[in-house]
């Protein structure tokens, strides 16, 4: 069964008085696509959120979804409503931060997200320096290459290796981050192994969730796919994977030096790079515990320029933080 009214009509239904509630519940389905998934994500009950919906479609006099074995699927009218909890919860989101970003304080919380490589050993440290001068911060640190959507408050911070920033988003870019090949040091100590010959040697690459990555073409372009037996999702499983002997690999710089068993087996390939950006929203940029987290980061970060670009090679831990 499809919903027969027009769009428009269920803006104006009855005497009904719309709240946040009601659209977060159809928002949640609809993004969900089923209400067990959807009650978690919002940490209701299943049959609490069934009734829920069930006296949201009554009022209105319309179906939102179609319940089908796949799941459910919003009719016009279900997608009209959750593309109105989208607009509603953006403006919610900016509101709320311009009115707590208060200068003066830099308590509360803040939620940064980057890559498991970045993260690691790299910026760490930087993170924690910062949570030393700000003792009534509380930092969350969400892992992944999947790019958060900072517009809905999924995060207030992104470092992000990209050469193509999201236009919406507010940062600067602080390096160049150079990728040189590496393989276990026990193997390559002393060994000055010709280019052409390495790329006929066994490889670990990326898989397809970061093939826009410039190393990922680079090496379907030079190692015959034979030679490919070990693909990572991630940098730094791929580092994991060289280091364990898997094969040899491209790498940032910037990671796969401070691997102690790692070293590197090329000189900075020129064509494999990417950029180190810091973003942030613009609704909360001048939010004081984000600026000043931003600031932190960025001359943190260019007092290492030479090392992200593959100028300076260092062993052991490349962040020394202020005590």
């Not at 159809?26 to 049959?47: E, Q, R, T």
């Not at 930092?139 to 999201?166: M, Q």
């Not at 004081?288 to 670009?309: L, P, S, T, W």
Request: glycine residues 8%; aromatic residues 6%.
């Amino acid at each position: 069964m499809t919903d027969t009214k027009h769009p428009k009509d269920i803006m104006n239904a009855s005497h009904h008085t719309w709240s946040w509630d009601d659209l977060r519940i159809v928002k949640a389905i609809g993004h969900n696509g089923s209400l067990v998934a959807a009650a978690a994500a919002l940490d209701l009950n299943h049959s609490t959120l069934t009734r829920r919906l069930t006296a949201v479609e009554q009022t209105l006099g319309t179906v939102l979804f179609d319940r089908r074995r796949s799941g459910y699927v919003p009719t016009s009218a279900g997608s009209e409503l959750i593309a109105l909890a989208e607009r509603v919860e953006t403006d919610i989101l900016g509101v709320t931060r311009r009115i707590s970003g208060h200068p003066r304080s830099h308590m509360g919380d803040l939620r940064i997200t980057t890559s498991d490589a970045l993260l690691l050993d790299f910026l760490t440290p930087i993170i924690a320096d910062f949570q030393r001068r700000n003792a009534g911060l509380r930092i969350e640190t969400i892992v992944g290459n999947k790019s958060l959507n900072l517009a809905r408050g999924e995060s207030d911070i992104a470092f992000r290796a990209t050469l193509a920033p999201p236009e919406n988003l507010f940062g600067r870019k602080l390096a160049t981050i150079a990728w040189a090949m590496y393989g276990r040091r026990i193997d390559y100590v002393g060994a000055s192994p010709a280019t052409e010959e390495l790329y006929r040697r066994r490889w670990v690459s990326y898989g397809k969730g970061l093939a826009g990555l410039k190393a990922f073409d680079f090496v379907n372009r030079r190692v015959p796919a034979e030679n490919i037996i070990h693909r990572s999702d991630s940098v730094a499983g791929a580092a994991s994977a060289i280091a364990a002997g898997v094969g040899i690999g491209f790498l940032p710089c910037m990671h796969g030096d401070l691997v102690s068993n790692l070293i590197r087996i090329s000189p900075v390939e020129p064509e494999v790079y990417d950029e180190l950006w810091v973003l942030t929203h613009p609704d909360i940029r001048k939010s004081g515990r984000v600026h000043a987290f931003m600031k932190h980061c960025a001359e943190a970060i260019m007092r290492y320029r030479d090392f992200i670009e593959g100028r300076e090679l260092r062993m052991g831990r490349a962040i020394e933080t202020s005590r």
